[in-house]
């Protein structure tokens, strides 16, 4: 049996959408769909992340989104963190 996919939101107000089809549960992220969209594959290196620049879950801009390191975005959440 196959769902259509769904958009849903995270609690913190992430963007998503959830596909399930022959048993697999697929879930992608907005702002990764659109960074990729726009930008290509090959500008998100394999387990790179996709921040937003301006603290905004749902602002799914292009001007918004970068590719990060795991580790620089820790940093950056971290630091900004009261």
Do not use: K
């Amino acid at each position: 049996m196959t769902d259509a996919p769904t958009l849903q939101h995270t609690g913190g107000g992430y963007e998503y959408v959830r596909c399930r089809a022959s048993g697999d549960d697929a879930t992608v992220y907005i702002h990764r769909l659109l960074f990729v969209a726009e930008y290509g594959f090959d500008s998100l290196p394999p387990g790179w992340h996709v921040h937003h620049e301006r603290s905004i879950p749902w602002l799914n801009t292009p001007d918004n989104l970068t590719a990060i390191s795991p580790d620089d975005h820790a940093e950056i959440h971290i630091s900004s963190e009261p």
